[in-house]
């Protein structure tokens, strides 16, 4: 008569089970803990029917496996985020490189304009050969200069927004902008509309896991900044979205330095603004149907090549 133990390795090689038991054979486990077998190497031998190399080496674990695929899986979420968000960035430094050489020339000591964009680029660690690629771009026939346009959309729940678009194709940029409020229920508003219920100002984006919220507000209204925006909070956001979470530090042009160097001193990671944003004047509460639905327009709307950003005054 077979052993205990062997007959709890018989149950286990039935389940193929090569990481870890079933929970339809829990037998196993006390067979396997009062023979000392369990967690211990199986390399040879083995039952008949089952396959083995010399160099093969199983384990029975006492605890259950770690799921790397779902890891990966978020991790490759997060990347592609933060990928996508750098595309954006990058693109919309390359578009003002392509406006300030068609303005004033390839040489940066007779384009100041040009200087500043560098000056921006290297701040936000554009790669060399984007810039280099884009001030050759410049000079490319039939490469038009970039305009900046602003399109004002009715959202959800009195929610306005701005949509910020830098564009060598005007009419290619409205078209595509309409097309996606159209599709999401939104409405195109006047100009003017809802732009005067924002301001511009300099932010600095902060992650919310590299810094408590309190502390933040602190050293930033001690460095001169006027106010500390926490990021919006949706009821289906996902242990990515929450990692992709930013606070915003609303300041001026004259306290944007002061604010930089404080948040170096307290040893506190950001991410430089690209010039200025578009703040608003007063925030909106909404309720979770319209919260998503806002969300879902902005989100689309980003996906559009020519827009660079979207401001709504959503709280």
Known sequence: MASPAVRALGTLFRHRAPQGFPSSCPGAFSSLRRSG????SLSSPVPRGISSSAD?????????????GRRSSKIATRKGAQDAKKAKRYGKIGKEIVSAVKKGGPNPVSNTVLVSVLERAKELDVPKEIVERNIKRASEKGQEAYIEKLY??????????????LTDK???????VREVVKDCGGKMADPGSILFKFRRARVVNIKVSDADKDDLLAIALDAGAEDVIEPPVYEDDSDEDSLERYYKVIGSSES?????SKLREEGIAFEPDNGSELVPLMMIEVDDEAMDLNKELMSKLLDLDDVDAVYSDQK
Do not use: H, K
């Open 56 to 68: 093969r080496v199983r384990w029975i674990w006492s605890s259950t496996p770690v799921c790397m």
């Open 37 to 40: 077998l369990l967690g211990q």
């Open 152 to 165: 004002e959309v009715y959202g959800f729940g009195g929610v306005g927004m701005v949509v910020e678009v």
């Open 170 to 176: 005007i009419n290619r940029s409205v078209a595509a």
């Open 256 to 260: 944007y330095p002061d604010i930089l």
